[in-house]
């Protein structure tokens, strides 16, 4: 198995820019996280979807923020607009929902926002 | 609401054991894990402890885990340069909740 996929794995843009990261989940996973990760902030949970269904978006910092998934083997990050304070490695894990739930994480998108 | 403590830093030297300390404030805990993170890269799962055990063991991995004192400890014996890396300790409730400490960056002087 290749593992859970993340693309662009570097991404370096200007603010205002519209920003869409990408990630495509372990084959016959049903669960799958967007995490954010910073010096300041560490680790946060943006949003977590099961069976294609987004469960908790709490952690999504605002409206500038969205993300989909349209079927169980690919979800998106979107940031619109985008700025500088959304710099951060965005990480992309999934899970198989059998009660002993291993995350499994993607190696990230680095983001930097000029 | 639920909350993992980790401290943030430790050094040992190369040959000797580490121990990485985590406290959870979640009582329904069912499963506690320890990732690893190397630089650049994504977190791996490195091992994992369900809540009515009290040690396992992997290799040059110790897991203890004080359920009364909510306490869980990472012991790497022998550590290798190559265990430099920020490890994280995460616990999942019966809520299935994951929740994340801020992970404890351990460097390895030779």
């Known amino acids: 198995d290749a593992g859970v996929i993340q693309s662009p794995r570097h991404e370096v843009t200007e603010m205002g820019q519209e920003v869409t990261l990408r990630c495509k989940p372990i084959?016959?996973?049903?669960?799958l996280f967007w995490y954010r990760q910073t010096m300041m902030r560490g680790l946060e949970l943006l949003i977590y979807f099961n069976n294609n269904v987004p469960i908790d978006d709490s952690g999504m910092p605002e409206d500038r923020f969205s993300a989909k998934m349209p079927n169980a083997s690919f979800s998106t990050l979107k940031i619109q607009p985008s700025e500088p304070r959304d710099s951060a490695v965005y990480f992309c894990?999934?899970?198989?929902?059998?009660?002993?739930?291993?995350?499994?994480f993607g190696p990230g998108t680095r983001l930097l926002v000029l | 609401g639920e909350d993992v403590e980790q401290s943030l830093f430790l050094s040992v030297r190369e040959g000797d054991s580490s121990v990485i300390n985590c406290t959870y404030t979640?009582?329904?805990?069912?499963?506690l894990y320890w990732y690893k993170q190397e630089p650049g890269a994504g977190l791996q799962l490195l091992t994992y402890i369900f809540s009515n055990m009290d040690m396992k063991q992997d290799q040059r991995l110790t897991v203890l885990l004080n359920k009364k004192d909510k306490h869980l400890s990472l012991r790497i014996a022998d550590t290798q340069t190559g265990d430099s890396a920020i490890y994280f300790c995460a616990e999942m409730n019966y809520g299935q909740n994951f929740v994340f400490g801020p992970g404890t960056r351990l460097s390895v002087l030779p």
């Open positions: 084959s016959g996973h049903n669960s």
């Open positions: 979640d009582s329904s805990s069912t499963y």
């Open positions: 894990a999934s899970s198989l929902r059998t009660g002993m739930e291993t995350q499994y």
